[in-house]
Structures are given as structure tokens and as C-alpha cells.
């Protein structure tokens, strides 16, 4: 039943450093409905959520909890009132158990971890989530890791749970059961707050979508209302969808120079006698399964990992055999590596935009830039950010207080500031949104107008296909199929993927 | 690292791992099936080699015959010598040179024409392509000074390096252009007096003149051969055969390699060929290339039909292909007579006809 308001805030605003946030938001969570809260990075959705979840607390205006003006100053006061936060990032104690996590704060005096245990067994079997809760959560892949974060929200019993990008980490079997789940909540009278980057995701699973642009709100509506243009209308205020993942291809870029030749690669169980070409002034996209093999490939390449020391095949970067031991003198040859983890392998996230740039320049130049002048690295860092359209406060802010899609584009920037030949993306619109993801797009397209070799590894198949010239196709550990781009449909493509 | 090093290095720790990793054909060298399915002109047993004469005729050499192919693929003897003929060209004056092995033939449609047999103070022993230079000249490929054309193959596996491309002038002087090259197997005359030659054993062309020899397109997947200028800019490049693990394997394994010499007829030898699937004592044959009684089109080919249409920028373009299960393999040469794209295939003993514009827009779109 949606009738009533469990959660309305109105009038919120909450300025930082002057900046503000969000302003004057209105918003109304109805009982037992789910709301998918969407927009771009940096459209205040986080903001909006820590809010509600007590973490930060509003400039101005007014949060009602079933009409009734709620004091949450704290998470704890959160907490207390049937709000929990489910964080993209898992908030469990890594050294702990899954059952200690669970109960974590809510032990009793005589605590006996075999009833802990059982409880938890008991707890976690009720929700139908295969998780052994005797063992550390460190051990425990991402989608485990998420099961217990949202396990622990429903045993909190709280009344409204704020999803924040729950399935960017989960296979598309936990998906389907993550979205069982999130029903069953709603069906018991739970709102449930469901922040995505993911359009398909929030028209299938929401009741009402409210989008975000800028920190003031644009848009609440029906989901049944709403199609994926209208939302990205809204949430960029122009119409992306021609610039994403449109039309088909009518042209290819001819294929250049052979730029980089992997022949008979093999790394471990991962990649098997993997051979592949990749040419200059062409988009090279590489599809593929989780477990393909395809990001091993390209980081032996870069030298991020070493292939197998016997029988590990060659990779030749125009022409001359190459073996990185580490990832320096590839980036000398000219090889950049785009992480798809830009979080642990990106970028320094104390350190500002300018220095981070900085870093890799130097990375580049070796010994020969042992003097930089503040000037020289000010203009560097100027540089990229005006290039790659960086929106923050200033060029010395942090990378960790960017938007996700601005901390993608430092990343980028990093391995530009290079000047690379070879150009690896892994993932570059993961957890981006989509207005960046069409700069991005956009940025990589002019790459390989200009000649570059580019190679774009992406899980998402409508992104390689609008990218990619010449798209590869990589299962169990080697590419299987090379399709044109004139050639390739989504079928043909999964088919060979999977088959 | 140096050579003497890297060499140094592979005899103590072993290097054979990067030694039996080939190229994959993919890009402009992906598979297809254009050579398999082309319309079939003529078939003979022994066609060696094409060539466009001035007036527009099409000639081939054929066993020790030079014969003029019809339209409608009918072939007519015009000469014939006293043994096989190993290369023909067309020179702008209307002549036809042809090879010989030991020998050239220098207007090869009449009886008493002039011959050579050696050129810069060494005897010619594998005349295996010639190509018209600029001046009246012509561009010879002598592919080893120690084995017979015919004998490609003991050259190959004996890691013969005395190729030598020679350019003899107009005026019959002849100076080498290039000598101890890894088999020289098909050359082309390019504009600045230099010449651009196949080096088959390495797999690469190689760009000679005055001594100097430089690599042009390295790293090719098979075995290069003749090749032949394309009308729209650039060059057709066949090659013969593609590369496999198993034969860079047996080239690594010395004693391995001279007993199989010693005791295996050489049409059984591990090594390339110019078509395959005759017998079943053929290497890489059952499970490796079959499945379940059909021949795999990946599976490793030990004959290959292959012809590689390369730009001016030397970069490949698109090419032609009759995969392993296909019969149209071993092709050594192609010639272009304004649409139309003649294709010899010298393991089947037949000449395919094609059209340009056809291939170039089936393959590219």
C-alpha cells in the first residue's frame, strides 16, 4: 500500500565551503514503495541519502518522519528511527566474521559465539543468502560482502533502507536475487531508497524515480511514466542518447600501423595461448565474460602483471618483443593502462588533481624530471583539467571529495599527461554517470582520430559496440571471434562470448 | 639487448618459448573464404608462376612450358624450355623474362634468346621471381645459393641464409642488392632504385639497396612469396604458407630436425606445404585437425591459401584467404589486369580469377 509518507523533507539544503550541495530539495518517500534517486555525479544524491542516514546534517529545511519533524543528528540516530544505509563501499569489519558483523553493536552481555553463529545461520537462511556466517568477511567476494551489508540492514528491522549502487559489484544471478529481495522488503512494508547508475535497473525494479541535476531537484514521476531518455534528458538536461550507445556504426576507421602484437600469451588458469593485434588510429574493443582473461591480457601488456615465466608467449609493441617487469618502462615505450579499479590502482586519493597528474608525468620522464617547477606543475594540472572538463572546487581539491565520474577522468588525464601511443581502457564508464560517460566517450573517440591505438575493455556490451572499430571477443582466457563493427550485433557477439 | 647477448642468453636459460610464438591473422589478415569460393579459370598441374605481358595477355609459367591463358581458361603453349620454368615477368618493352632455377630466359618467347646464368660473379641457382626494373633492368630473387628452387624446403629446415636479391641493368651488369637473406622469394621494384624483397624464413619484407637490407613489414603469419603491383597504389603479397607453433617447434629442435630429414620422405616432414590432406601420413592429421570427422577451420594448417592486398604505407589492407579445410592453398603468385585479379594456386594447380572491386568490397565492406 502507498499511501502514506514515511519519509518528507522539504525545503533541504545543505551548503559546503559556501558551495551548495543541494538547495531546496523536496522529497517524499511513500510507505512500502521503491524509489530510485538518480542523477549524474555530483547531482547531490549522496548528499541527499547521508542526510537522511544522520551522517551529515542539513543546512536548512525541514526532515518529517511519518509527520513528525526527526532529529537526525547522528547515524546512531539514524539507526534508532528505522534508517539504514546500505554503502557502495562495504562498512563490515574486515577481520570479523560474518555473524560478528551482523550483530555488531548489538551483542549481548554474555555473548557466546556459538549462538551468534546460529542465530546469524538462521538469520541469513531466512533471507535465502548462501553465506557461511563462520567465516572472515575479508574472504568474501564483493556480492557476499553485499549480502551481509543488506542482511544487517534487515535485521536492524529498519523501515527504510537507502541502497547506494547495491549491484555494481554483482553477477547477473545475485542481481536477480538482490531484486527478489528488495520486492520481498517492500512487500513487508519497507521503503527502500535505490541510488544507480544503472537506468535499466531503476525502471525495473522502482515505483517512482526522482533525478537529481546539479543539487535541485528535476523530476519525480511514476516509473510507468518513464523511459531511459527521458530520465537522461532529465538528469543532463539534454538528450544523451544518440551520443551513448545510439545508432550503429556506418563507418570504421581504417586500421593503422600494427601497434601491438600478443602472440601465445598465457598467465596462470587465466589467459591460454591468448593471441591478439591491435592497430593504430583504431578503436580496438575487447568483450568478454568475467573471468575471459581480458584484463590479465592487457596487464601483462602494460606491465601491470607478469606473464607465465615458461611458455608465457611474446607481445611485441611496434614490432620490438617487449617483457614489463613493472609498469615504468611501458610507460616509457608509450603504454598506458587505464585501471578499472580506479580506487586502488588509479589514483593517490589524498593527493590533489594537480599532483596526481603530476606523479605520472614524472613516472614518464624518469630521472630527467627530478626539478619541477610549481608553475610548471600548476599549468600541467590546469591543463587537464580545462581538456577533460574536471569539475571541482579548485585544482588542489582531494581526488577522494571528486564525483566518481570526475575521479574517472583525473585517471584519465594521469596516463594522458604520457603522452601515450597504445591507450588501454578497463572499464571507463564503470560507476560513472552518464554525462561523463559521453565526455568520456567522446575523449576516447578523439584518441583514436588522432591516430592513437586504443583498446576498450568494457563488460557492458552496448558501450563496446558504440566505441569499438573492431571488437574482439575473449572467452575462457583467449579471444575467440573478431567482428567488424559493421558486422557485429549484439548476438553475434554474446553468442560467441558464451558459446 | 644485443644479438650476441640475446643469443648468449638463450643458449644458457632458453628463449624457445618466444621462439614458437607466432602472429595471429586477425585485422586485416582475418580469415575468410574469398580464395576458396573463387570462380576457377584453369586447372594444370605444375602452374608456377603469372605474369600481364605489355599487349594485356595473360601468360604462365607451367612445368617447363610458358603458356598464354584465354578468357575462357584455355591455355595455348608459346614456349617451352628444357626444364621447369621457376619465374616470369613481363618487362614494358613487351618481352618476357623468364627463371629458369640456374638460369633466366631474358625474352623467354624466343627460341634462341639471350640467357644469364650469373650475376655478380656468382653463379644463379634458384631463380624463384624477377621483376622488371625501372631503365630496362630486371630485379632478380636467386633464393639460396646451395638448394635448388625445388628444394625450398631442405633450405628451410637446413636454416639456409644465402638468398640474394640481384638487379641487373639494362645494359647487363648486375651488382647485388642484398645477399645472405633468409630464402628471397618474390621482389618488387620500387622508385628510388631500391627494391622490396621477401625474406620467407623470417617472415618479413624487407626493403634492399646497395648492400643495405631493412626491414619493410615484419612479423608476417605465414611465409611470404612473389608479389605484384596493384593498380590502385600498393602491391598484392602472396605467401604461401601460414606459420604454425609445430614448425617453429621442429626448427628449434636441431636433432630432431636432421633425423626427420635423414629417415622421413620429405612430403611427410613436419613442415609447410604447398597443399595437404593427400595421405594419411601427412603430419597434422586426426584429432588435431578434425572433430568429429569434420576439419576444423582453426585447426593448425600445414597448407594455407593466403594472398595480402598491402598498401603503399605497407600497412595490410585486406586479404584473401582458402582456409585449411579449403583446396585453393599454396598460392606463390597474383597478377591484376584492370578488374580482374588472377590468383595461382600452386598446390591445387589452378588459376582462380576474381574481381578487384568485388573482393575489395565484399572484404571491406
Known sequence: ?499 | MSDFASRLKSLLFGSRDEQLSIPIMDGALKPNNALEEAPILCERRGLEDLAVAADGELYAACGPTIVRVGSDGVLTEVARFERDVTALAACPDGRLAAGLGDAIALDALRRDGPRIDTAAGQRLNAVNAIAAAPAGGLLIADGSTIRPYAQWCYDLLEKGRTGRIVACGADGRARNLAAGMEYAFGVLAEADGQALAAETWRHQLVRVGAGAKAPALANIAGYPARMTRAAGGGFWLTVFAARTQLVEFVLCENDYRRDMMRTVEPRFWVAPALSSGEDFREPLQGGSVKQMGILKPWAPPRSYGLVVRVGDDLIPKFSLHSRVGGRHHGVVAVAERGDELFVLSKGAGRILRLSVRQVSEGILG
Request: hydrophobic letters at 45%.
Open chain 1, 1 to 499: 500500500m502507498m499511501t502514506a509518507a514515511v519519509l518528507e523533507m522539504r525545503q533541504v539544503t545543505k551548503i559546503y565551503a559556501r558551495a551548495a550541495a543541494i538547495e531546496d530539495i523536496d522529497f517524499t518517500l511513500l510507505t512500502g514503495e521503491i524509489h530510485a534517486l538518480l542523477g549524474e555525479n555530483g547531482a547531490g544524491k549522496s548528499t541527499l541519502t547521508k542526510i537522511i542516514a544522520g551522517v551529515v546534517v542539513p543546512t536548512s529545511g525541514t526532515v518529517l518522519l511519518e509527520g513528525h519533524e526527526a532529529n537526525l543528528r547522528t547515524p546512531a540516530d539514524a539507526i534508532r528511527q528505522g534508517i539504514a544505509m546500505v554503502f557502495q563501499e562495504t562498512s563490515l569489519v574486515q577481520s570479523m566474521t560474518v555473524a560478528q558483523n551482523l550483530f555488531l553493536g548489538r551483542e549481548s552481555f554474555f555473548n557466546r559465539n556459538r549462538g551468534v553463529n546460529i542465530a546469524a545461520q538462521q538469520f541469513m537462511q531466512s533471507l535465502n543468502f548462501h553465506v557461511d556466517p563462520t567465516v572472515l568477511v575479508a574472504s568474501l567476494g564483493a556480492a557476499q560482502k553485499q549480502m551481509v551489508e543488506i542482511a544487517r540492514a534487515v535485521l536492524m528491522r529498519a523501515r527504510i533502507i537507502v541502497f547506494d549502487e547495491p549491484t555494481a559489484t554483482l553477477t547477473p544471478e545475485e542481481k536477480k536475487h538482490f531484486f527478489y529481495l528488495v520486492r520481498t522488503l517492500k512487500s513487508h512494508g519497507v521503503s527502500v531508497i535505490f541510488i544507480s547508475h544503472a537506468l535499466e535497473e531503476a525502471l525495473l525494479i522502482s515505483d517512482r524515480i526522482t533525478v537529481l541535476r546539479d543539487g535541485k531537484h528535476v523530476l519525480t514521476d511514476l516509473t510507468k511514466n518513464l523511459d531511459r531518455n527521458k530520465i537522461i534528458q532529465a538528469m543532463v538536461g539534454r538528450d544523451l542518447s544518440k551520443e551513448l550507445y545510439g545508432t550503429r556504426k556506418a563507418t570504421v576507421r581504417p586500421a593503422g600501423k600494427l601497434a601491438l602484437s600478443v602472440q601465445n600469451l598465457r598467465v596462470g588458469n587465466v589467459v591460454k595461448n591468448n593471441s591478439l593485434s591491435v592497430f593504430a588510429g583504431q578503436i580496438t574493443g575487447i568483450f568478454g565474460l568475467v573471468g575471459s582473461g581480458r584484463t590479465e591480457t592487457f596487464k601483462v601488456v602494460s606491465g601491470v602483471i607478469k606473464r607465465d615465466y615458461k611458455h608465457g608467449g611474446k607481445v611485441l609493441l611496434d614490432g620490438k618483443a617487449v617483457r614489463y617487469r613493472v609498469p615504468a618502462p611501458g610507460i616509457r615505450d608509450g603504454v598506458a593502462y587505464i585501471t578499472e579499479d580506479r580506487k586502488a590502482e588509479g589514483f593517490f586519493e589524498t593527493m590533489s588533481i594537480r599532483s596526481n597528474i603530476l606523479v605520472n608525468k614524472l613516472a614518464k620522464a624518469g630521472i630527467a624530471a627530478f626539478w619541477v617547477r610549481r608553475r610548471e606543475a600548476d599549468s600541467l594540472g590546469e591543463h587537464w583539467i580545462k581538456a577533460l572538463n574536471v569539475r571541482a572546487v579548485g585544482k588542489s581539491v582531494r581526488v577522494i571529495e571528486l564525483s566518481g565520474g570526475n575521479q574517472q577522468k583525473v585517471v584519465i588525464a594521469k596516463s594522458l599527461a604520457q603522452d601515450p601511443n597504445l591507450i588501454i581502457f578497463d572499464e571507463p564508464t564503470r560507476g560513472v554517470d552518464v554525462g561523463a560517460i559521453a565526455e568520456i566517450h567522446q575523449l576516447i573517440n578523439q584518441l583514436a582520430d588522432a591516430g592513437k591505438a586504443v583498446v576498450v575493455i568494457s563488460s557492458y556490451l552496448p558501450e563496446v559496440m558504440a566505441l569499438s572499430d573492431r571488437l574482439l571477443v575473449a572467452r575462457q582466457g583467449k579471444i575467440v571471434e573478431e567482428f567488424s563493427a559493421l558486422e557485429a550485433t549484439e548476438e553475434k557477439v554474446m553468442y560467441a562470448a558464451v558459446h
